[in-house]
Structure formats: C-alpha cells, structure tokens
C-alpha cells in the first residue's frame, strides 16, 4: 500500500510554512522576508527509464550554494503520462537536523495531481541544511502510464491542491526568515526500453532463536540476457554472524557446471557488516544468463548470535560495502554489455530474533543415557536412590513427572507406563529436548542427544 497522507487542512503549506518558520525564526532576529536568489536550484533526478505500466524512482533535488536553509516548501505537479504512487522524505530532511529528522517535516501525495512538503530544519534556528549540491528533498515512487517511447513531465508549479483554498508555491528560507524564490528545472522520464531488474531476498524461515543458523537466498528477476552483476547484502552485526556464502543454482550452471569464470564472495567488508559479490559469468567465451525470475545467485548463511537483540532485524542491499581500501563501494549493477547496465530494484528482507532457550538436551527417563528407554533404566535409577548407584550427570532424566524433585514416585511411574500402560513421561520424552520448567535440577551432559 503506498505511504501517504491525506492533508484535511486548507491553509496552503506555503503559507503555514512561513507562518511556522517566521513565528519561531523572525522573533530571535528581527529580520524580514525578501525575495529572489539565483543560488538556490529546485531540479529533478529522472535518471531512471522504463517501459510503460514499469515503477521507477524519481527524486526531488535542492541545490542551495547561496546559503545554508533553515526550511523549505515544495509543490510538485506531472502530467497525465505518469502517476505518483508512494513517497518518502530524503536525506535532507531526515539527517539536517544535526543528523537527525528536521522539526517539521509534512510531506503530502494528492493521487492525480502532486506532491507538496513542508521542511523547517530547527524550530529555533540551531541547525540548518548546509550550502551544496543535489540535496535529496523527496523521493517518489512513479508509475510510467504512457506509450512507450514518449516522455512524463514533471515540474515544480503553483497549484491549488484538493481541499486547500490557495496554492501552494516554491520557497527557501534561509536563516533569520528570509524567503527565498528558488529557480526551478522541470524534469522529463523517459518512458520505454527494458523493465528494471529486481534482487530480492528469501530467508529460510521468518524467525529463528538466538544461536540458531538461518539461510537467506539471494533471488534475481531479469528481464533480458545479462552478462555479470555486483552488489552489497548489508546485516546488522549486532543481531547476525555471516559464517559463509555458497553459490545458488543459478550461477552453478554455468561453465559446465564450474560457475563463473569470474567470482568475488567477500564476507568481511571493510569497516561494516554484509556480503561483497561480484561475478561475470565468462571471460574467455561469451556466457550470458537468461531472462527468468527467481533466479538464485546466492545463499548466504548465517548464525543469530547468543547476544542478539529479540525483534527484527533487517537485511538490505547497498552500494556502501567496501571489499578492501583503497577499492571503491560495490556498486548494485547487472551488465547488459557494450557498457550499459540494467535499473535495478531491490527489495530486502527481515527475520524475527526470537529468545533463545538456554540448556543441554535430553530425553527423560533415560537414566543411564544409552538412548534407549528399557527396565534397565528404572532399576539403575532404583540403584541410585537406594543401593549408592551411579549417579546420572543429567539429573533431569530422572524427575518423570517434571515436579523439580526425585523421589519414589519417579521409578514407579516409569514402571507403570513401559509395563502397565500409565502415562508417559513428560516432555522432553520421545525426542530430545530442553527442560520446559525451571527447577534446582542440573543437566550437565546427556550423550545421546546433539
């Protein structure tokens, strides 16, 4: 479902923008709004292509070499060739505020007609978006709905959106309250040629207990031949061990059955937590892979740690993982050759830390631990109740109702289920298994069971 919100004001964002930012700025300085700066740019990244009815991410970019920011509004209208379907606040937004997500920050989708945000970085002035280039205002999600080799236009514009009684515009605003009219570039998406890539990640179960192994697949939808790929599989540390990366059926089917001719698995990316790989499928002779979906690259192992937090952890793809420096990031691409690349898409995954039972296995009432439960082990527990028999080295076996003490009761009602048909023992029985209840008796080895 996409993410949005539906504004159910009707003063406009410019207007109550420069209300809020005036009010908590102008008051600590004293100074006036004027106009018109050629140093700030609003302009568009619409560097991503595909066919018609294909979802590409376009992004809204702030250029502001005149001065730092301490706000901005931004109205965003497109033509009928395309259609906004989700967005999201960027980097300048989400990190400006000393690192940290700016004081107010709404950013609103009016389906069919735009998108409006409304950014002050500090309420009362401290932190400000510093002076530079390609500043990430809005990232939007975008439906191609035109033909196939026709262009979407999207601009920056003046508009009155549903439910609000005056328009929206474009402003920055600097420190001290100062207004800025920005100069703005409309952008153009090409609509056509190849639909993107997508990587994805399965995981071989949704959660696992911590100290427990889980496998994750690396998946690859390719709508046309591709010779070679890289990219970054980034975890938390924290939650996470990467033991190791195995080829998927994929990539084992080429060369005979040899794989690639050219292969980087790298499980210790410097400086971060991840997987590093980078392939190409021939050297010497000209292999390509085929367009398919769910095409297995990799399977990556990995191990939740004892320490790891209970909740989710995440899994992501990235182009920030460094093999070795002085080598650059990976780069997430799939060669199409003669020097182009597909767009891809990426879609991560998460699994669920789940707390892990701490304890030996064992079955109960396996007295001597041979993994067999037969007479002998109700006389040897008689033995050592009563004659000074051996002791087990797992106590726990011994206590058949799970009561945390061993008296009498405990060979007679293992007695009665192998010769009178009584109950059974309690769990952990028929397999092997941690004490469910806690009590003072120890288990500090039982062979028979990993």
């Not at 740019?41 to 991503?48: A, Y």
């Not at 002076?131 to 939007?140: N, R, Y």
């Not at 994929?250 to 210790?268: K, M, Q, R, V, W």
């Not at 790989?277 to 399977?299: F, H, R």
Request: with cysteine.
């Amino acid at each position: 479902m996409p993410r949005f919100k539906i504004s159910m004001r009707v003063t406009p964002l410019s207007v109550m923008l420069l209300s809020v930012m005036l009010l908590s700025i102008m008051l600590l300085s004293g100074q006036s709004a004027h106009a018109q700066d050629p140093g700030y740019i609003f302009k568009f990244d619409t560097s991503s292509s595909g066919p018609s009815g294909a979802t590409v991410t376009s992004r809204a970019l702030i250029d502001n070499l005149g001065g730092d920011l301490a706000g901005w509004s931004i109205a965003i209208c497109h033509d009928a060739n395309m259609e906004v379907v989700e967005v999201l606040s960027g980097t300048a937004s989400t990190t400006a505020n000393s690192g940290g997500p700016a004081d107010f920050d709404e950013l609103t989708l009016f389906p069919g007609f735009g998108v409006r945000q409304g950014v002050v970085v500090n309420f009362v002035g401290i932190n400000n978006l510093p002076s530079g280039q390609d500043h990430e205002a809005i990232v939007m999600q975008t439906l191609l709905l035109g033909p196939d080799d026709t262009f979407a236009s999207i601009q920056y514009c003046t508009e009155t959106f549903p439910g609000d009684s005056a328009a929206s515009d474009n402003l920055a605003v600097a420190p001290g309250g100062v207004a800025i009219t920005p100069t703005t570039e409309d952008g153009l998406i090409e609509i056509g040629g190849l639909l993107p890539f997508l990587l994805s990640a399965n995981p071989s179960a949704a959660s696992v207990e911590q100290g427990i192994d889980v496998d994750v697949q690396i998946l690859v939808d390719t709508p046309d031949i591709n010779y070679g790929f890289s990219f970054g599989f980034a975890h938390s540390g924290a939650a996470l061990l990467l033991t190791g990366a195995d080829l998927g059926a994929a990539l084992s089917a080429f060369n005979g059955g040899a794989g690639p001719e050219y292969l980087l698995i790298d499980i210790e990316p410097e400086g971060a937590d991840g997987l590093i790989v980078a392939c190409l499928y021939s050297i010497s002779d000209i292999s390509v892979m085929s367009a398919g979906t769910d095409q297995e690259l990799m399977v990556a192992h990995y191990q939740a740690l004892d320490t790891a937090p209970i909740g989710s952890t995440s899994l992501n793809f990235t182009s920030d993982l460094v093999p070795q420096a002085p080598s650059p990031p990976t780069a997430i691409v799939f060669s199409l050759g003669n020097g182009g690349s597909a767009v891809v898409n990426t879609s991560g995954t998460s699994i669920q830390i789940l707390e892990g039972v701490v304890g030996v296995q064992f079955t109960r009432g396996d007295f001597d631990g041979n993994g067999n439960l037969d007479l002998g082990d109700s006389v040897n527990l008689l033995s050592y109740m009563f004659s000074g028999g051996a002791a087990s080295l797992c106590e726990k076996v011994a206590d058949i109702d799970d009561n945390g003490i061993i008296v009498l009761g405990d060979p007679i009602l293992l007695l009665s289920y192998m010769f009178s048909g009584g109950p059974p023992p309690q769990a952990p029985f028929e397999t092997c298994g941690i004490d469910p209840t806690e009590d003072d008796l120890t288990c500090e080895v039982f062979d028979s069971c990993p």
